[in-house]
């Protein structure tokens, strides 16, 4: 007979272990089904699953036993749940045809302490949620037959998908007809409190330990099957890329009986590229001809082709016995550690194909506590917005689960790179011999089920393991062995150099040290760049001087749309709908959040009480924050050798429950206003502007903001880069406007700009723009001394348009202002000068041809009418960041009259404190690439004007401009729900440089707006 199999998914029924029976034998019998009077009671009846696979809490959350958890405080309402035994049964049939073939039971996942027993006699313990398990079945009659002396242990019927190896010793435990499967389960609360005391808890969500079966559970029937097949489908190096299929079917039964395999290679359409009957035992190989299939490439590279695999098992009498489909893609993925040009250290860089990717990407925690809940279409919900948001890569952390097949496969579809790390996070694991064999069968499976995507791109040993030794002063590290020689040694027997292997996360490399490893030094291997928010909580305005060779977390926390934050204060007093009160607290797991998140809000912002006032300025927080860090980090990639920084993975794309967190897009897949922002500095061609202030006044010590009351900015410059990702050329017009903020003042002016490809290109390195202002100063004698300019409320904006004319990116520069008198360090009390301002303006391109455009840079001033634009030509280098321009920060003369002693004053210096400098990046046809628009900071410093904005609607198409700068810029419509989708948000518009924005599901609503305003 041919495998059969049956998904034991329809008939579940659960209750709560009842404590009064001795057995949890015995429940089935005693306790009959659920009863209306019985409607709270879950001990003494058993109730009908809603769903299977199942989770408890799903099931008493449908039945109205418990209060959603998600809402108020009732996390902490169910905390019982986790303190008592619950079990799960079901029955199933089998004919006596099918009791005299092999039968196995498959358990993909249980979570997590569980026992089963199948009529009455124990099949499983279970231990590990991520060890998928097989139990081989044997009928009661034939225990008799049983080999003397075998002892039928529980782990010794085990097979944890270890396919290569033959079915272990059967149970016997199966009977024709009706099976009767019982799973009792204990949570960890029960089975691992003494380790909880000992080591503590480290949550990034909700307490709520739940359990079950919360994946499939199958029965396979077969005389021979095949239990596994890798398809290896391998890629030769760059320039060959010649592709090569290896096939190693695994077979369970009668192997004996299969006489050869049927194998065809096919198309998504259905067409064959090849097919071929090779006999059993042979080696399976097909090396294919140029041409014959298409390389799968990540996304904004090329195509995702992907090819599918039959495998027919053919019996001695030319029967079928079985056949299994695998999806494949050819591709070639490589982590190159390599020297650097001018730099210490090495790269950590990724290489597709051939071609040096530059990542952007999210850490992906799960989507949600209660994993049986998350449907493909969620899964793929998620992955479409982290594509749509022009990144490359998601990191799976440690500290979560390995995903279902569809989070995947979906990756393989949309080109999405995954970073793997096996399941160990944040903690010291032991390494005596049973626990290293649970890692091994864990790290077995499921490099086994995830071996033949060609999404996979890393695995990685663990997340911030190697890094507690520091942070906890340990002397030792016993779970070495597991990262350096258990893990790394199953990936190559499973399947080889495929996918590479990084020990933990962060980790740099071997060194001549007491430790002997590195978490921490930028110039190697990966870091969690954590000064910001946690460790020294420095200024986000200092990422550039906090990058790495590839930093794989860092970011900045917010509240989540007011929408997700009313869900949660549903039943909670009026007076809990406040910044402080304690349901917000309850949902901010952060810690120190209150602390740490006030010292950012007041650093940058005016201070307020009213709560979504207070939750969209904690958005324009990180969307600044985390925004920058892209911009400032993607300007490293500076070409073949200069790779200084090849990936930044921001902590984190989601969240688990609707909560306050570093999240870009909220539990309800909401974006925040990060998430655009995001979105717009991973665009192919991006321009970028960096502000220095040399000093706020000719006595300061260099690089400091401002002092009580110098609001100068003297000596400020701006630097212009632009990136471009592809792997061609680039040619366009930067151009950059100036508009002051105090005044009417305004600067333009335009570069030709060539972006080489795959690179940073600098544009522009100038002194920024500023109003001729002047501040006469009372001096001892008849003679005036003219001051330098001061650029401290010029906004700097940068346009990038292609050849065409079009817009490719926009990005606003905003002056950065601290609370500290060391080097680099933003402002002092009082004291807006920004003397000898700088900034400096780069592109980034990540497609793979050059691309030639204009950069327009525009500078106005916050507190004036002066203004000044101009345009540099620019080339963006495919697939890397393009420097532009590093120039004086542009700033208005302004006229300050001071009085004084005597009749002759000194003439004060023109300053660019207020000055917002924008460049525009323009191909030649001058279609707009890219924006960016630098504005002075701290914002809770400028009475920022009102801007006249206005809003433009037809169709789905919604046009926004404005008379005066205009920061953050949030649309949104009346009763807005989650059917509104924007192509893009969260915008720093200017004067003369209207934006269009297409919005989904609109349905003839209002739209309205609003922005960064004064308090």
């Excluded at 970073?419 to 390494?431: E, L, M, R, S």
């Excluded at 949660?568 to 810690?591: D, F, I, T």
């Excluded at 989601?654 to 500095?681: G, M």
């Excluded at 002194?767 to 501040?775: A, I, K, L």
Aim: aromatic share 10%.
């Amino acid at each position: 007979m041919s495998r059969q199999t049956l998904t034991l998914s329809g008939n579940w029924q659960w209750k709560q272990r009842d404590p009064n029976l001795e057995s949890v034998l015995d429940e089935p019998a005693k306790h009959g089904p659920l009863l209306e009077q019985d409607s709270n009671d879950t001990k003494s009846a058993w109730r009908k699953t809603t769903t299977s696979p199942s989770e408890i809490h799903v099931e008493l959350l449908k039945a109205g036993i418990i209060p959603d958890p998600y809402k108020g405080f009732n996390e902490h309402k169910v905390q019982w749940v986790g303190k008592r035994e619950w079990l799960y049964l079901s029955t199933f049939e089998l004919s006596q045809e099918q009791l005299s073939s092999s039968v196995e039971l498959e358990f993909e996942g249980l979570d997590t302490f569980c026992t089963a027993y199948l009529n009455g006699i124990e099949i499983l313990k279970s231990e590990n949620m991520f060890t998928p398990a097989i139990v081989s079945l044997a009928p009661l009659e034939n225990e008799a037959s049983a080999p003397k002396g075998f002892v039928g242990s529980v782990q010794a019927a085990v097979s944890a998908l270890s396919l290569s190896s033959p079915p272990s010793q059967p149970k016997y435990a199966l009977k024709p007809g009706t099976n009767t499967l019982l799973l009792h389960f204990k949570s960890a609360l029960l089975e691992a409190e003494a380790l909880e005391a000992k080591y503590g808890k480290v949550r990034a969500g909700p307490e709520l330990m739940t359990v079950g079966p919360y994946r499939p559970i199958r029965l396979h029937t077969y005389k021979t099957r095949i239990a596994d097949v890798y398809v290896k489908a391998l890629v030769s190096p760059a320039p060959e890329l010649a592709c090569t299929v290896q096939i190693t079917p695994t077979l369970h039964g009668n192997v004996s009986d299969v006489s050869k395999f049927d194998i065809s290679l096919r198309r998504p359409d259905g067409s064959i590229v090849r097919a071929q009957t090779f006999d059993n035992g042979s080696k399976i190989e097909w090396k294919l001809n140029n041409g014959e299939v298409s390389l799968w490439w990540p996304v904004g590279y090329g195509q995702q082709a992907l090819y599918y695999v039959d495998i027919t098992a053919i019996h001695k009498d030319d029967t079928k016995l079985d056949q299994i489909t695998k999806r494949i893609g050819f591709r070639r993925v490589e982590l190159i550690q390599e020297p650097l040009i001018d730099a210490p250290g090495t790269t950590f860089l990724f290489e597709v194909n051939g071609v040096r990717i530059f990542i952007g990407g999210s850490n992906w925690i799960p989507a949600d506590n209660f994993l049986t809940t998350i449907t493909p279409e969620r899964y793929r919900a998620w992955l479409q917005l982290l594509k749509d948001g022009n990144q490359n890569m998601v990191r799976v952390w440690g500290g979560g689960v390995y995903e279902p097949d569809c989070f995947y496969d979906t990756c393989d579809e949309m080109g999405i790179l995954v970073w793997q790390d096996f399941q160990f996070a944040c903690g010291q694991y032991p390494a005596h011999a049973e626990f290293v064999a649970n890692v091994e069968a864990e790290a077995e499976a499921n490099v086994r089920r995830l071996r033949g995507h060609p999404s996979m791109a890393l695995w990685c040993g663990n997340n911030e393991d190697y890094q507690q030794v520091f942070q906890w002063g340990i002397s030792t590290l016993p779970a070495v062995i597991i990262y350096e020689k258990v893990l790394p040694n199953v990936i190559g027997r499973l399947m080889g150099n495929v996918v590479p292997y990084h020990r933990g996360s962060p980790y740099g490399s071997l060194r001549d040290s007491v430790k002997e490893w590195d978490t921490a030094d930028p110039t190697i291997g990966d870091i969690h760049q954590w000064e910001v928010w946690a460790g020294k909580g420095a200024p986000y305005q200092d990422w550039d001087t906090m990058g790495g060779r590839f930093v794989s977390e860092f970011g900045l926390p917010c509240l989540p749309n007011i929408r997700t934050i009313d869900y949660w204060l549903q039943g909670s007093e009026p007076s809990q709908r406040r910044v402080q009160s304690k349901a917000m607290q309850q949902h901010n797991k952060a810690g120190a959040h209150e602390r740490r998140l006030a010292v950012y809000m007041n650093e940058n912002f005016w201070v307020t009480n009213d709560l979504e006032t207070y939750a969209y300025l904690t958005q324009v927080m990180q969307s600044e924050g985390v925004a920058a860090a892209y911009r400032l980090w993607r300007r490293d990639w500076k070409g073949k050798g200069k790779q200084y920084c090849s990936g930044v993975i921001v902590w984190q794309l989601n969240d688990c429950w609707p909560v306050s967190s570093w999240a870009i897009v909220d539990y309800f897949l909401r974006p925040k206003l990060a998430y655009f922002t995001v979105a717009r500095e991973m665009l192919p061609y991006t321009v970028g502007i960096k502000r220095t202030v040399i000093q706020n006044r000719e006595t300061d010590r260099p690089r400091q903001f401002y002092e009580f009351g110098a609001f100068q900015s003297v000596g400020a410059s701006i630097e212009v880069w632009g990136t471009n990702s592809t792997l061609l050329e680039k040619r366009g017009l930067v151009k950059l406007s100036c508009f002051d903020l105090v005044s009417d003042w305004n600067h333009v002016e335009e570069h030709p700009v060539t972006l080489l490809p795959n690179q940073a290109t600098e544009i522009l390195a100038i002194p920024c723009p500023c109003p001729p202002h002047t501040q006469p100063i009372p001096g001892p004698d008849d003679d005036a001394d003219p001051l330098p300019t001061t650029s401290h409320s010029v906004i700097v904006s940068a346009v990038l348009l292609d050849e065409a004319g079009q817009v490719l990116s926009r990005y606003t520069k905003v002056k950065q202002n601290r609370e500290t008198d060391r080097p680099r360090q933003f402002y002092e009390f009082g004291a807006f000068q920004s003397i000898g301002a700088s900034i400096e303006v780069w592109g980034t391109n990540s497609t793979l041809v050059e691309m030639r455009g204009l950069v327009k840079l525009s500078c106005v001033d916050l507190v004036s009418d002066w203004n000044h634009v101009e345009e540099h030509l620019v080339t963006l280098l495919p697939n890397q960041t393009t420097e532009i321009l590093a120039l004086p920060c542009p700033c208005p003369p302004h006229t300050q009259p001071i009085p004084g002693p005597d009749d002759d004053d000194d003439s004060l210096p023109t300053t660019s404190h207020s000055v917002i400098v924008s460049a525009v990046l323009l191909n030649e046809a001058g279609r707009v690439l890219s924006r960016y628009a630098d504005w002075p900071q701290p914002f809770r410093s400028y009475d920022t004007p009102n801007p006249e904005l206005q809003l433009y609607v037809e169709g789905e198409t919604v046009r926004v401009s404005v008379h005066k700068p205009a920061k953050a810029v949030v649309l949104s419509v009346e009763d807005e729900d989650d059917q509104v989708q924007w192509s893009d948000n969260a915008l720093d518009v200017m004067p003369e440089d209207p934006q269009t924005v297409v919005v989904r599901g609109l349905n003839g609503r209002k739209v309205t707006a609003r922005w960064l305003q004064s308090a």
